[in-house]
């Protein structure tokens, strides 16, 4: 899909593009290609003289590959953004998209393999807001402030659904199925917690790869400069999030913990209350020619009841000393 942005009236205007004769006379600041086509990379070097390579959007962890600079003043940046996926347990995913940027001739390029959130509130911003966008440096220097806030609003989430987590593990009475809900939705929250953080870290270098590349204004400066305080901060919340995930995690795996030690000390009692009578049984059960009490009448009741007052006996003292409860 290929999508054309031009500036009118103080507003960015979108404009889908279905041939090369729609690129003809509009005066791009920004071209966004999404998942585009052999075809639609045609079109745009016909149109403005750019080679989109096939490879643009490889994963590619190394620095001087995702951020430089090329001899034509071509500035290329390779940067993550966040896709919030479903919360529920078999909902979509969280994941990260690769996007490459190319600002070339005052036209930033824009190439990614899915649609973003990031840049839909992006474009619905740009079309309500007079002057919110003046040039292609601008639409860049948006995208990443966006996905700062796109990534504040993700840890807010986090933040709310963590509070529920703890109400159901902090409480008097934590079965195993609470707990083990409890880690799985703490283990899809500490995913999240961690790619917002991988996120926000990925655009901080790209942010300070435009700083140090002495492209932008006085003003843009000013506004990269709060997009990095608005980062640091976001640093911070992870952090306090991590911490907590682990307490909440340490908390769960001790209630079952908890839990599996009363079964174990069901069973540990219930085998010490059981040896008087099996006891007693083998006794009697002993082949010898003079036993006295077998030839009682009721010796076998008496057997009977001394067994049971084995068992009962210890299960007194273990109620009464709480090793029951």
Do not use: C
Not at 158 to 186: G, H, K, M
Not at 188 to 194: F, I, K
């Amino acid at each position: 899909m290929l999508n054309v942005f031009t500036l009118t009236n103080g507003r960015l205007m979108q404009h889908e593009i279905d041939g090369p004769a729609a690129l003809a006379g509009l005066r791009a600041i920004w071209v966004d290609m999404e998942a585009p086509s052999p075809e639609e990379k045609g079109w745009v070097l016909a149109r403005f003289g750019i080679t989109i390579p096939d490879d643009v959007t490889d994963e590619d962890i190394e620095e001087s590959a995702r951020f430089y600079e090329e001899d034509n003043g071509e500035l290329h940046i390779r940067s993550d953004f966040l896709v919030e996926g479903d919360p529920e347990p078999d909902g979509d995913p969280t994941h990260n998209v690769r996007v490459a940027f190319i600002l070339h001739d005052n036209v930033l390029f824009s190439i990614h393999d899915e649609d973003l959130p990031v840049f839909r509130l992006l474009r619905l911003r740009a079309r309500r807001t007079p002057a919110f966008i003046e040039e292609a440096k601008d639409v860049l220097l948006k995208l990443f402030d966006t996905d700062a806030e796109y990534s504040a609003d993700s840890l807010e989430g986090i933040y709310d659904r963590l509070e529920r987590v703890s109400a159901a593990v902090l409480r008097e009475q934590v079965t195993d199925r609470i707990a083990a809900d409890a880690l799985a939705a703490i283990a899809r929250e500490e995913d999240l917690n961690g790619r917002i953080r991988r996120n926000m870290m990925d655009t901080r270098r790209a942010v300070g790869f435009m700083m140090r590349s002495r492209l932008l204004g006085a003003e843009q400066f000013e506004d990269a400069r709060q997009i990095m305080r608005d980062i640091d901060s976001l640093d911070s919340h992870t952090a306090f999030l991590f911490d907590k995930i682990n307490f909440l995690m340490d908390a769960t795996v001790g209630f079952i913990n908890i839990n599996q030690n009363k079964i174990i000390k069901i069973f540990s009692v219930a085998s010490v209350a059981l040896l008087p009578p099996t006891l007693i049984a083998s006794i009697y059960g002993m082949n010898f020619a003079y036993m006295p009490e077998l030839q009682w009448r009721y010796g076998y009741y008496f057997s009977l009841a001394l067994m049971v007052t084995a068992v009962a006996a210890p299960f007194l003292f273990f109620w009464r000393k709480g090793w029951l409860r």
